[in-house]
């Protein structure tokens, strides 16, 4: 019986075959579609919202500089309006959220999406029909980007079906959500519970030599980071970041850094699962980028055996000294409509066995 919540693989296969979902890839992941860049992009004077009732093209009209020409990178510090090579025409009912890519955040690539008379980023209403663009800024590195890159992800949903405090607690003790050095944490042992249904995952800065990755600055930067191109030197755009003596990693205001939780995560097929900021009470520091986490993460053969999340941390104001198991993010599950006919790891993933802070799909291994 079909229920309320995320829609999964085979209701977006159904859509793109009704002619709902427009220069979609033929390969859906198991509760998100992949969006990817198209061939119009132009620099703006800076990242912005239509107002309500506004398209995108008069958005662009007031605040685009120049027609930018794919073939050059994007700049750090600059905001780039993309147009995506997807369009949606959403049944009555239906609703989007989008989020970057894992592949977007892990090097620095903020991307927001925008969509005609939306004043809210990342956000497809109930019904939309029309076109999606990027904004797009990069922070450290100069980026290249190519018609077909896959920036972003996008989930659909007929209801919001987030786990409250009761139904988080029941379905913990069901499915033991988490994982440390293998064993399921019973639940009055999460690091973060504020009473909401959302868990926390703590900074890991032991389990591993390197525990973390620096962007280097923009004068120490040698290449371009082509985003279509695999086996870039990590040595380019990133130092390592060994074990700290004692437990402590100093962040170094408005740098980026890589590093990885030490609770590992499972999410069973009838679940999704995003990862959320951390309250601002806890630290003064971005935690992610990217947040979608797809039905089967953690799983092996049917089984959870749980996997680590990386996160894209950047301190801002001031440095900040993060302890070892320090609370990082937190996650939300949400019911899906039903289980996905594929899971995570059975659709061209490429983080399914990632140990520790592992930099993007970009980068051969260190």
């Given at each position: ?16 075959e ?34 309500p ?43 989007g ?21 939306v004043?809210s ?11 999606i663009?990027?904004m ?23 209801r ?41 995952l703590t ?12 962007a ?47 609770e ?17 009470r ?36 001031r440095?900040?000294?993060?302890t070892?198991g ?13 289980v ?27």
């Amino acid at each position: 019986m079909r229920k309320a919540g995320a829609l999964p693989i085979q209701d977006m296969e159904e859509m793109v075959e009704a002619g709902l979902l427009k220069g979609f890839p033929k390969q859906l992941q198991p509760a998100s579609a992949d969006i990817s860049v198209a061939e119009e992009a132009y620099r703006v004077r800076g990242a912005a919202l239509p107002r309500p009732g506004q398209s995108i093209e008069e958005l662009r009209d007031e605040v685009v500089m120049f027609r930018h020409n794919l073939g050059q990178p994007l700049e750090p510090g600059a905001t780039y309006l993309v147009k995506t090579a997807q369009s949606v025409m959403l049944p009555k009912g239906i609703y989007g959220y989008l989020n970057a890519k894992s592949s977007s955040g892990r090097n620095d690539l903020h991307v927001r999406v925008v969509a005609d008379r939306v004043s809210s980023y990342d956000t497809l209403p109930h019904g939309y029909h029309g076109d999606i663009w990027f904004m797009i800024s990069s922070g450290h590195f100069l980026v290249q980007i190519s018609p077909g890159d896959q920036l972003s992800q996008l989930r659909f949903f007929d209801r919001d079906t987030k786990l409250d405090e009761t139904e988080m607690q029941i379905a913990y003790q069901k499915y033991g959500f988490l994982r440390r050095s293998g064993n399921p944490i019973p639940y009055e042992d999460v690091p973060v519970t504020e009473g909401d249904g959302m868990l926390g995952l703590t900074a890991d800065f032991s389990n591993f030599d390197v525990v973390a990755w620096r962007a280097k600055t923009l004068e120490q930067q040698v290449e371009v980071l082509v985003f279509n191109k695999r086996q870039h030197s990590p040595s380019g755009f990133f130092d390592p970041i060994e074990k700290p003596k004692d437990g402590r990693l100093v962040l170094e205001n408005g740098r980026f850094y890589i590093f990885a939780t030490r609770e590992a995560v499972c999410v069973p097929p009838e679940f999704a699962c995003e990862m959320v900021a951390i309250d601002h009470r806890r630290g003064e520091f971005r935690s992610h980028y990217a947040g979608f986490i797809d039905p089967g993460w953690g799983y092996e053969n049917g089984k959870p055996e749980g996997a680590i999340l990386v996160l894209e941390v950047r301190p801002f104001g001031r440095n900040e000294i993060i302890t070892e198991g320090a609370p990082v993010c937190r996650i939300s599950y949400e019911r899906m409509r039903e289980v996905p006919r594929a899971l995570y790891g059975e659709t061209g993933s490429h983080y399914v066995s990632q140990m520790g802070p592992r930099l993007s799909k970009h980068f051969r291994a260190a």
